[in-house]
């Protein structure tokens, strides 16, 4: 009798010790789960706050550069008429008309290097948050860089725009109607030539800043960004 107690004994001992095993795999096995779900909850939290920081400042970005754009612009539509106006002058053989044409150069001379200023500015700050936003992004770091060169070369343009802009200032300045014609008060010799050689500048860093654009369209499928009012 008491070798069969003994028995039962020891079987609900072993039966109670695979119970206490099995309720412990089971309660190790729920706090592994536990802990990796919260690691990947961890990740995931991490990933999507990324992602924001990586959309806000992208946006950001893409708000000062489409700022600089419209200024560009504006400055390259006053520029194209001080251009003309300028043109326009000098073959000008009526004194009145003469000086009609010199003042409309001026003050669009004026309005060129006002927008385009702010062009300028413009494109600077979007280049600094576009390198800011390389921080928080890994798939797209080719179209970000290629958003930098893009404000590069806009840079370059808006320079090259504004020293244009006062050469031809500087010339319209110097311009005098006398014996029918249009005279001029010094040598203007180095001013033309600085200004011929700042029109060739220009259009060889705008095939740069188009080509840029062009990569952008291209490559990464976002249509009409090479807006029709920046065709100039």
Do not use: P
Request: glycine share 4%; hydrophobic share 35%; aromatic share 14%.
């Amino acid at each position: 009798m008491a070798k069969l107690f003994d028995k039962n004994m020891f079987i609900m001992m072993i039966s109670i010790m695979i119970g206490v095993v099995i309720i412990t795999f089971f309660i190790a096995d729920i706090n592994a789960r536990t802990q990796e779900e919260e690691k990947y909850q961890t990740q995931i939290e991490n990933i999507e706050k990324q992602n924001v920081n990586f959309t806000t400042r992208l946006l950001s970005s893409l708000g000062y550069l489409e700022k600089a754009r419209d200024s560009r612009a504006t400055g390259e539509y006053h520029f194209d008429l001080s251009y003309l106006w300028y043109t326009t002058a000098l073959v000008e053989t009526d004194n009145d008309t003469f000086h009609k044409y010199k003042n409309s150069s001026l003050d669009n001379c004026t309005y060129s290097i006002y927008y385009y200023d702010i062009s300028y500015d413009n494109f600077g700050v979007a280049q600094k948050m576009f390198l800011n936003t390389l921080n928080y992004t890994y798939g797209f770091k080719d179209l970000v860089n290629l958003y930098v060169n893009l404000t590069r070369s806009g840079e370059n343009l808006c320079k090259l725009r504004i020293n244009t802009t006062i050469y031809i200032q500087s010339i319209v300045e110097n311009m005098t109607f006398k014996d029918g014609g249009v005279n001029f008060s010094t040598n203007i010799s180095n001013l033309t030539a600085l200004l011929n050689e700042s029109l060739s500048a220009f259009n060889n860093e705008l095939e740069i800043y188009q080509g840029i654009e062009s990569d952008i369209e291209k490559e990464y499928n976002i249509v009409g960004f090479s807006e029709i009012r920046e065709q100039m």
